[in-house]
């Protein structure tokens, strides 16, 4: 399938610690940020989204922090599973109602070592 | 399944030949995006639709590139004249209005 995360930056946990992924974005104007999991050979799959009115949103057993001041967003995922292994994405967007168009990141390779 | 559905999964064909994606949304979706992703790359956006009217085009979409929404249901983008460096994964996703953009599994295409 197809090899996605070839020349990536490479996070290594292990089974049951926590992640954290980083993402810094480049337009102050961008008002929604979303994370996507690809694994290799599938499309992004929606993880988490949040607005730029919140610093911070749960989901289940993952957690996004924004920090607006220095154009930074998280991705936490607690206690790291083996099939949480993939490339994940932060992707920005002016507005959603401006027609969804996002802009990607470069992605970061998640390695869980059992 | 009712996700986003691309056909198909895998092309391979020769450089200078037509090819043609297709894309069937999720059905209550009325907006439809294209983007494309490279080796290492994160997805870069193409195009987008509401309902039939396609109202933004990338520039990385080139005059041999051409996407449709005939019944604002499902979409097609052809790419002319292929290169080589047209080989990528096209993706395809879908949203309401101000919902998430939900993408299908992409086309992968080889161009030899």
């Known amino acids: 399938g197809e090899n996605v995360g070839l020349h990536l930056p490479t996070l290594s946990v292990q089974e049951g610690d926590n992640s954290i992924i980083n993402c810094a974005y480049s337009n102050s104007a961008s008002d929604y940020f979303i994370w996507y999991k690809q694994e290799s050979g599938k499309g992004p799959q929606f993880i988490i989204d949040i607005r730029s009115n919140m610093d911070k949103r749960q989901g289940q057993r993952v957690t996004v922090l924004l920090n607006k001041t220095v154009k930074h967003l998280s991705l936490q995922i607690a206690a790291t599973q083996p099939g949480d292994s993939a490339v994940y994405f932060c992707?920005?967007?002016?507005?959603?109602?401006?027609?969804?168009?996002?802009?990607f990141g470069g992605g970061t390779r998640l390695m869980v070592k059992p | 399944d009712t996700g986003v559905s691309q056909d198909p999964r895998h092309k391979i064909t020769k450089r200078g030949q037509n090819v043609t994606f297709r894309c069937d949304p999720i059905?209550?979706?009325?907006?439809l995006y294209w983007y494309r992703q490279t080796l290492g790359q994160g997805p870069e956006f193409l195009t987008y639709f509401q309902n039939e009217a396609q109202l933004e085009k990338s520039r990385l979409l080139s005059d041999r590139f051409s996407a449709e929404r005939p019944k604002g249901s499902f979409s097609t983008l052809e790419i002319q004249r292929t290169e080589q460096g047209d080989s990528a994964m096209y993706l395809c996703?879908?949203?309401?209005?101000?919902?998430?953009?939900?993408f299908g599994e992409g086309s992968r295409l080889t161009v030899l």
């Open positions: 059905s209550e979706h009325n907006r």
């Open positions: 992707a920005e967007n002016i507005s959603p109602g401006a027609g969804n168009m996002l802009t």
């Open positions: 996703a879908s949203s309401s209005d101000i919902g998430v953009a939900f």
